[in-house]
């Protein structure tokens, strides 16, 4: 049977409701083997290490998203490296920037993703970057605090082809959603083709973005085989192998083991 990993999604019950088992039966069901579920804010870990407790296809990763920066805390670090230990949290995140909706305030926001990167670095976890409108500020911070020394992902890639040198010189990630499958995204697809085999990733990011074919729905992650399709098509190249190398690279950088 085919496989495929949602290296991005939220399956959190404040988006799912009643149907968050169905939909995420559904996902394995079809053949997505394993999923990376992030926290966006404190108030999400508890349940991100429940979901990643009752599945063994569900890993955590704990971070505060950039629209949540506002409401760090003295303590959030020590909230976030306290999780960051159960062993179902692959990575840190996610964080970043986002100054399209700048829902927290652009100094705060730059404080609390370089302190993401610092326990990334220290915990020697693989980091998950929200960058929206940001490139420069966010691979500055990258490069000034984690430079050879961090690795991770630039999940949701909104940017295009003149982003990927640095990106490439950080030896990062670049996690494809269901964006690339809109036909305003020529930047992004234009970008597809040239990042590098063994660094690309797909994702839903649900519960929204979900692609073209099934746009307007709520997204969920067996949605992500629209992406792939896409992705592939871009590449030219068959979805099985392009399927492959997102499953090969996802376990590479989030250390997931694989599952029977
Ligand atoms: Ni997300």
């Not at 490296?81 to 996610?94: C, D, F, P, Q």
């Not at 100094?107 to 976890?125: C, N, P, Y």
């Not at 999940?155 to 269901?178: A, M, N, Q, W």
Request: proline share 4%.
């Amino acid at each position: 049977m085919k496989s495929i990993i949602d290296s991005h999604c939220h399956v959190m019950r404040e988006y799912f409701g009643d149907e968050q088992k169905e939909v995420i039966e559904r996902a394995f069901a079809e053949g997505v083997v394993q999923m990376v579920n992030p926290a966006c804010s404190l108030t999400d870990i508890g349940e991100v290490l429940t979901l990643a407790e009752r599945y063994p296809g569900i890993y955590a990763a704990v971070g505060i998203h950039p629209h949540e920066a506002k409401h760090w805390q003295s303590d959030s670090e020590s909230i976030l490296l306290r999780a960051a230990e159960n062993s179902k949290v692959v990575a840190i995140g996610e964080c970043g920037l986002d100054f399209f909706y700048n829902h927290s305030e652009a100094a705060q926001q730059k404080e609390v993703f370089a302190i993401h990167v610092k326990m990334a670095v220290a915990l020697k976890m693989p980091i998950i970057v929200h960058c929206r409108d940001a490139w420069d500020e966010c691979l500055d911070i990258l490069e000034e605090h984690g430079q050879g020394q961090v690795r991770g992902v630039f999940h949701c890639f909104t940017g295009g082809p003149e982003i990927l040198p640095r990106i490439k010189k950080l030896d990062f990630y670049v996690s494809f959603s269901g964006i690339l499958t809109f036909k305003k995204s020529a930047a992004i697809q234009e970008a597809a083709p040239l990042v590098a085999e063994n660094r690309i990733l797909v994702e839903t990011d649900c519960p929204y973005l979900a692609p073209q074919k099934v746009r307007g729905k709520r997204n969920e992650p067996s949605f992500v085989w629209h992406t792939l399709d896409k992705l592939a098509e871009l590449r030219a190249t068959s979805a099985e192998s392009t399927a492959k190398s997102c499953v090969d690279n996802a376990r590479e950088l989030f250390a997931l083991p694989v599952l029977n």
